[in-house]
């Protein structure tokens, strides 16, 4: 049975949260949501299953750093700090870009992101300062995942260590939704 935080993932290892349905019980409170990311995002790493046949993009579960985290002090802020969709709407979060992402949040129709364009978003436990877990995309060159509109997705901890990362299945699902290159406008 899939819990109201966890939902199965592609690769064998700690669940990613779930963030696009409403969980099938009551939310917890705000410490509870941030100790459950804390605790899955120290588990040990477990051997990864392959990345489906139908995406060349590769699927992995480690604790590698991420090769982006010593420029995550030079993104821009985009987006006001929010209540974010992602952890099953309990925490708060900020979208920062790099500059390859500048025309992120006001695409349009047609306009898509260079590969290289990244976005990160910041989930904060409700008045702390401190963020509990980090979501990233990564819009990488033409062919990493054409169904994905070629995004990679990263769960990372605070200090940008990799969790998970790929054409993460659960993180594509909500995205095709998006109404512009995979991209929604930020936290609501």
């Not at 990345?51 to 987006?79: C, D, M, N, R, Y």
């Not at 989930?123 to 990488?140: D, F, I, N, Q, T």
């Amino acid at each position: 049975m899939v819990s109201s935080t966890e939902a199965p993932s592609a690769s064998v290892g700690a669940p990613l949260p779930l963030g696009c349905a409403p969980p099938p019980r009551p939310r917890a409170q705000h410490d509870a949501s941030a100790a459950w990311i804390g605790r899955s995002l120290a588990a040990e790493p477990r051997a990864t299953a392959a990345a489906p046949a139908a995406s060349a993009a590769p699927l992995t579960s480690e604790t590698s750093t991420w090769e982006l985290v010593a420029q995550l002090p030079g993104f821009k802020i985009a987006t006001g700090r929010a209540r974010s969709q992602h952890f099953t709407g309990e925490l708060e979060a900020e979208v920062r870009i790099n500059a390859a992402a500048e025309p992120y949040p006001v695409l349009g129709p047609g306009r898509v992101l260079p590969s290289g364009a990244a976005l990160v978003e910041f989930h904060y436990a409700a008045g702390s300062s401190e963020p509990v877990a980090l979501l990233a995309m990564v819009k990488r060159p033409a062919g990493y995942d054409p169904e994905g509109g070629d995004w990679e997705y990263l769960l990372l901890t605070p200090q940008g260590r990799v969790h998970h990362r790929g054409a993460l299945a659960l993180c594509k699902r909500c995205h095709a939704d998006a109404p512009h290159d995979h991209l929604f406008g930020g936290p609501r």
